[in-house]
């Protein structure tokens, strides 16, 4: 067998694990198995790197594998699972930025040619780029480096003029066939630049779709760039991410029932509710009193949020679940497709701790539910069931489909303090007859909890 006929063949084998690998990553049950096949199949396309006829440089692909490899394998190990938002977005942008890389060299070396496959490496480099710099603005903000949504002056109009510039620098690229130095470089910036810029208007609400659109963009980036080098396993994996991707992204906004374009061009911030937020007060009650109600009751819905995973509480709530369970309480999760800071944080937290997957419900599934519940339990959530996304028409919000959370008998929100949510809106929820508050550390009241629910068995 030719080495060249032993690459193809091995490309075909990685296509096939990372589409298997991708399909099993769907199901909470077989993601572990999907994650360990398109792991394999990551393996073995570096490993057949090795023996690509033409190949050279192999002391500087092993270093770049070497520091890589630890990198990775040190970050996965310390990252804690509240943290695992902002290291998806930062690897999201490394992917993207690979991507970019590529065709810079490529430009850099003359080894580009035709209009076909110029046209591909300067999308490629273009969304790559962008993927890059807007995923590391996502990553300063979830880390907390970045505290507020920068807004320039004609927002949406500065994003479109220097969208339109980049695009004409691209296609003078494309038509010259050979870039000068100083078109590459221009090109570059401006393409850095439009990340940066279109990110940072962008607030904590919308996060998670950004996060996913990042996804499709570093995934089409590789498949672009993959056509352009003729390696058959970046094209594959590279289109199967960005089409995965670009559906989740999809959802997602469905989930919040805006278009992509608003998330981008007219980003939540807050401040359209400034000085007309909701009016009453706040009822505080006991951890007792919480655990009373709940021990009590027949029918308890829990409400993850991002307070829950900050806190680490995820274990602590499977103990409280377990124990109401014992005592004759029907207790069930309820997800929403946006809750926490990426698309399936809270499955992810949950299914850590160890809540068995047939008792964890989306929105759809289990919203009708909760006028038959005696208590909602909120942990941390906020715009997720805020009850002005139904009635009130100049919340930025309006629209978005929340959890019925107001709907049950009692709520009781675990919550860290007074203000307001991640994307800054008031919660009118807070402020309802039946809804009292538990202020502390998830981490903390939920202890208390368990504690007072052992007393009353």
Known sequence: MTAKLLVDASYFVVAVLFILGLKAMASPVTARKGIVWAGIGMV??????????????????????????????????VVKMTDMPQMVAIYNGMGGGAAAAIAALEFARGGVHGVVFTTLATLGALIGAVSFSGSCVAFAKLQGLMNKAW??????AVNIVLALVTILVGVGIVV????????????FVLSLVLGVIITLPIGGADMPVVISLFNAFTGLAVGFEGYVLGIPALIIAGIVVGAAGTLLTQLMAKA??????????????????????????????????????MRYAQKVIIVPGYGMAVAGAQHKVYEMTKLLEEAGVEVKFAIHPVAGRMPGHMNVLLAEAGVPYEQIFDLEEINEEFSQADVALV???????????????????????????????????IKRGKGAGYSGIENALFFEENCRLCYGSAQGVVSEMIGHVKSLS
Do not use: H
Request: with cysteine; hydrophobic share 45%; proline share 8%.
């Open 379 to 413: 942990i941390g959530a906020n715009d997720v069931v805020n009850p002005v996304a139904r009635t009130d028409k100049t919340s930025p919000i309006y629209g978005m489909p929340i959890l019925n959370a107001d709907k049950a008998q009692n709520v009781i929100v």
């Open 256 to 293: 919040m029932n805006r278009p992509i374009t608003n998330i981008l061009f007219s980003p939540i911030t807050g401040e359209a509710q400034a000085g007309s937020g909701p009016t009453g007060t706040m009822k505080e009650c006991s951890a007792m009193d919480a655990a009373s109600m």
């Open 151 to 156: 807004r320039l002056p004609a927002q949406n």
């Open 176 to 187: 010259s066939g050979d870039p000068t130095p100083t078109q590459i470089i221009t090109f």
């Open 44 to 77: 073995v396309a570096t490993l057949v790197t090795f023996f690509t006829p033409g190949m050279q440089n192999f002391g500087l692909i092993i270093l770049a594998i070497a520091i890589g490899g630890v990198a990775a394998w040190w970050s996965g190990k």
